[in-house]
Nanobody
């Protein structure tokens, strides 16, 4: 059983920064993609950013230019650098890993105060 361990969430003022990390509990063969979704209260879960094993990235329009996703393939770890945070970025952030099946993290709360 693979676990994804997330860290880096917390409370920050608008305009501030946070860096989320997500590491797999063991090495996984043939990881295709990793990334982050988020879910705000009363809203559907939405894709924030994703990155393939080859390094191709995609972002939600709402975070382009502010968030940067990166990964360490050797460590099966994905990072999300979040800058210029806004109150509307407040949500629970979930990391995911796509291999033979999709694995999910437990979620980490990000709260941005105005």
């Amino acid at each position: 059983q693979v676990q994804l361990v997330e860290s880096g969430g917390g409370l920050v003022q608008a305009g501030g920064s946070l860096r989320l990390s997500c590491a797999a509990s063991r090495n996984i063969f043939s990881v295709n993609a990793m990334g982050w979704y988020r879910q705000a209260p009363g809203k559907q879960r939405e894709l924030v950013a994703g990155i393939t094993s080859g390094g191709s990235t995609n972002y939600a329009d709402s975070v382009k230019g502010r968030f940067t996703i990166s990964r360490d393939n050797a460590k099966n770890t994905v990072y999300l650098q979040m800058n210029s945070l806004k109150p509307e970025d407040t949500a629970v952030y979930y990391c995911y890993l796509v291999a033979s099946v999709v694995h999910w993290g437990q979620g980490t709360q990000v709260t941005v105060s105005s």
